[in-house]
């Protein structure tokens, strides 16, 4: 058997409500010759049976079961697993356009590039659909420094469901296990890994906000976490040597204020001694920020709440 040309990973964790839609968007791929591995993690529901149900029904589908529940170590397993020299990311409750692995493997295989993004779109179960992309289709190659300096400006999503990319891009990087927001803290360093990439400007990944999700209830588990992946993104642009001290003024301003507007969310929630502690700690993180970024006011005046009354 040939080796399929992109292994699409699926970590799935309680899931069964959602399965069938991500499932089938995935089989009616215009790209047929793709690998799908399902890797099912600690499910307490009907997901692994379901999951084993469309194995059987397709040859190109391929079940892992974990018995811990962590997308980030099932990421990591499917990663491993997987056979393909692309690879792509779709969580178990969201689902992509049919032309989503075509397009993006021509455009892989045509300019010989390491990844190619596109966008996606947020589709909520009261507000309806929300992109902040324009969608033009227009297509741009960039090399490394440009590639993280879209990621960290915000220019292309931070997720790593919007791309395809070269699986050898992993061989030194992972996705942090035990923790949230996992793919901010990791794209921008496996843009780092790829020589060149491309970023198509059309939508393809439909993610689905659903009410009450738990990553949108913000604990203080939620803001440390947030604000553990802005303070790696921060850390990836000092120690990458892309940017001169002049750039990183204004190529921090993104992870700059989502880490200053979600410490001081962390450090409110802040109620056991270890809480405390881990704040304490994490707000250490503000010193990443290059003197004279070019904060708005709002920012500007978080940090000098943080460091007069929590440092």
């Not at 995935?26 to 399902?38: A, H, T």
């Not at 811990?68 to 969201?94: K, M, P, T, W």
Request: charged share 30%; with cysteine; net charge positive.
């Amino acid at each position: 058997m040939s080796m399929s040309k992109v292994s699409v990973i699926v970590p799935i964790h309680n899931m069964e409500d959602y399965l069938d839609r991500c499932i089938a968007s995935l089989r009616k791929q215009v790209l047929s010759d793709i690998e799908i591995i399902l890797v099912e993690n600690g499910s307490t529901d009907r997901s692994l049976e379901i999951c084993q149900k469309y194995a059987a029904e397709d040859s190109r589908i391929k079940v892992i079961h974990l018995d811990e529940g962590d997308v980030s170590v099932a990421r990591n397993v499917g990663i491993d697993a997987a056979s393909s020299e692309y690879l792509g990311f779709v969580d178990g409750d969201d689902s992509v356009s049919e032309e989503m692995y075509s397009t993006l493997y021509g455009l892989a295989v045509q300019h010989d590039l390491d990844v190619v993004y596109s966008n996606h779109m947020r589709i909520y179960d009261k507000k309806g659909v929300r992109t902040a992309y324009s969608d033009d289709g227009t297509f741009v190659i960039e090399d490394t420094k440009g590639l993280v300096k879209m990621s960290l400006t915000h220019k292309i999503p931070a997720s790593a469901c919007t791309m395809i990319v070269r699986k050898c891009m992993f061989d030194n990087v992972r996705f942090p296990e035990k923790t949230k927001y996992e793919d901010r803290a990791i794209t921008a360093d496996i843009l780092a890994c790829c020589k060149r990439g491309g970023y198509l400007n059309k939508t393809f990944y439909y993610y689905y906000q659903r009410a009450g999700s738990t990553v949108h209830t913000w604990t203080w588990k939620h803001c440390h976490d947030y604000v553990r992946s802005e303070k790696c993104r921060l850390e990836l642009m000092h120690r990458s040597g892309l940017f001169t001290e002049e750039e990183k003024k204004q190529v921090a301003y993104m992870p700059a204020t989502w880490l200053l507007r979600k410490s001081i969310y962390m450090a409110t929630r802040a109620k056991t001694p270890e809480q405390k502690a881990a704040t304490k700690e994490m707000l250490k993180s503000i010193d990443l920020i290059p003197k004279g970024c070019r904060l708005k006011l709002k920012p500007r005046v978080i940090r000098f709440i943080l460091n007069t009354f929590y440092r």
